[in-house]
């Protein structure tokens, strides 16, 4: 198996999630990419890594490359064959407020620690939406 380049929305704007929090566009104003792409959010397993990330209308698209090799491998083949599509994100929170009329809480500034591949995504709508294969020796 070769590496793969992924891409999809690690988070959604404007939809609760089953957590009961709400990111809010700009939340993400101070990430950049070079973030680790982990394994079900366990630091021991990363995957691969964001190579860019942008906020755009929807909520934080990323691509990201999983590489091909120990647990990578196995998470390349799992996307490939449409076993596994969710997407999530580790992150500290910098500012928030209540949405008391919700019950909510809206995540206004965070810190994004990790992009992850996972089974159940906590936003549903953090998806891969594709995927290619990379050549051979393709370095980022």
């Known amino acids: 198996m070769t590496d793969l380049r992924i891409a999809g929305y690690a988070s959604v704007f404007g939809v609760p999630d089953s957590g009961g929090d709400i990111v809010l566009p700009g939340a993400f104003a101070d990430a950049g990419a070079g973030v680790p792409l982990?394994?079900?959010?366990?630091?021991?397993?990363p995957v691969g890594f964001v190579e860019s990330l942008r906020e755009d209308?929807?909520?934080l698209r990323v691509v990201a490359r999983?590489?091909?090799?120990?647990?990578?491998?196995?998470a390349a083949r799992l996307v490939a064959a449409g076993a596994i599509d969710g997407l999530s994100f580790g992150y500290r929170v910098k500012e928030s407020r209540?949405?008391?009329?919700?019950g909510l809480r809206q995540l206004a500034r965070l810190d994004l620690l990790?992009?992850?591949l996972v089974t159940f995504p906590m936003q549903p709508l953090a998806r891969v939406l594709g995927f290619s294969t990379l050549p051979e020796g393709d370095v980022a």
């Open 57 to 59: 209308g929807r909520g």
């Open 38 to 45: 982990l394994w079900q959010h366990d630091s021991k397993e």
């Open 98 to 102: 209540p949405d008391r009329a919700r």
């Open 114 to 116: 990790e992009v992850s």
């Open 66 to 74: 999983i590489v091909a090799a120990g647990r990578g491998e196995q």
